[in-house]
């Protein structure tokens, strides 16, 4: 079957522009994450939603990432006022349920470079 | 807090080496632990994991025990093969959380 989805495969705009993220998690996963991975490390933890509600976003670094997911499918990450130090790949994961025993299937990934 | 320290790389072994990649954490609670793979353009993928003290997760030749005593979950492969060359993340989930917290990653070679 599908797996997770992730478009664009790569981003790159201006400093100071909107841009967004899109994630198609596997039909059915209830549970959607979003990771940050700078060059040379670990992904770090940004949000998580159980179906259509953000359930934890304690790792957002500020109040320009925000992400939605209207219909407990689809999500989508969204940066204002775009900043050199946002460019990462953006990672999305989905899971069959929350809980951190769940397998996470994690999609290609979103290249961000803002210059 | 949540920490996961991995062994620094890179790591280049000859085919039929055995490998190990170390693996220590601190977490507040009783965690979950996992090694997860990112293959050469491929996405992250979950590899083994291990939920209670003492399990020993396995996978494609691949084990790790979860060691609380240590609070350790070492990676370990008695032969490598080529095909094995990837980057390797250590991460665990904590407690009542639903996220995982990563290690910075172990890039392996294999040569013939």
């Known amino acids: 079957g599908a797996g997770v989805s992730q478009t664009p495969s790569n981003k790159v705009t201006e400093k100071g522009k909107y841009v967004e993220l899109r994630c198609d998690p596997i039909s059915g996963h209830t549970a959607l994450y979003w990771y940050r991975q700078s060059l040379g490390q670990g992904p770090e933890f940004l949000i998580y939603f159980q179906g259509t509600g953000a359930a934890d976003d304690s790792g957002l670094p500020n109040d320009r990432f925000f992400a939605v997911r209207p219909e407990g499918s689809v999500s989508t990450l969204k940066i204002q006022r775009t900043e050199r130090g946002d460019s990462a790949v953006y990672l999305c994961?989905?899971?069959?349920?929350?809980?951190?025993?769940?397998?996470?299937?994690f999609g290609p990934g979103t290249r961000l470079t803002v210059l | 807090g949540d920490s996961v320290t991995q062994m620094e790389g890179p790591v280049t072994l000859s085919e039929e080496a055995f490998l190990t990649i170390n693996c220590t954490y601190t977490?507040?609670?009783?965690?979950?632990l996992f090694w997860y793979v990112q293959y050469p353009g491929e996405g992250l993928q979950l590899l083994l994991k291990a939920t209670k003290a003492d399990d020993k997760g396995s996978n494609k030749g691949f084990e790790a025990t979860y060691r609380k005593e240590t609070t350790s979950f070492h990676l370990e492969k008695g032969s490598v093969q080529v095909s094995d060359s990837a980057v390797y993340f250590c991460a665990l989930s904590d407690t009542g959380a639903n996220n995982l917290f990563f290690g910075t990653g172990t890039r392996l070679t294999v040569i013939p």
């Open positions: 994961a989905s899971s069959l349920s929350g809980g951190g025993n769940n397998e996470q299937f």
């Open positions: 977490a507040t609670g009783y965690p979950s």
